[in-house]
């Protein structure tokens, strides 16, 4: 069973970073694409960035040159580098690990990112 452990999430202030990290309990992240979720009260959770084993990206639109997602196998952590934080990037993030084996999909507890204006 995967068990995936985020931190890093906060308050901060409009133009403001903070650093997600995930860590996983087991070397997961270079075999199977994974990837940071958002969901904001009363929207639905919605991809925001995504790797793939060959290390190809996806960044949705909003996010693109403010946030940059990297692993570190050797540590079995996922991170979510974020910069330039507006407040409507304010919502709960979650990782998120799919299987390209089996298809599930595992995902962290959650972690609250607050930006103020």
């Known amino acids: 069973q995967v068990q995936l452990v985020e931190s890093g999430g906060g308050l901060v202030q409009a133009g403001g970073s903070l650093r997600l990290s995930c860590a996983a309990s087991g070397n997961i992240f270079s075999i199977n694409v994974v990837g940071w979720y958002r969901q904001a009260p009363g929207a639905r959770r919605e991809l925001v960035v995504s790797i793939s084993p060959d290390g190809r990206t996806y960044y949705m639109n909003s996010v693109q040159g403010r946030f940059t997602i990297s692993r570190d196998s050797a540590k079995n952590t996922m991170y979510l580098q974020m910069n330039s934080l507006k407040p409507e990037d304010t919502a709960v993030y979650y990782c998120?690990?799919?299987?390209?084996?089996?298809?599930?999909?595992?995902w962290g507890q959650g972690t609250q990112v607050t930006v103020s204006s």
């Open positions: 998120n690990v799919h299987s390209l084996v089996g298809g599930e999909d595992y």
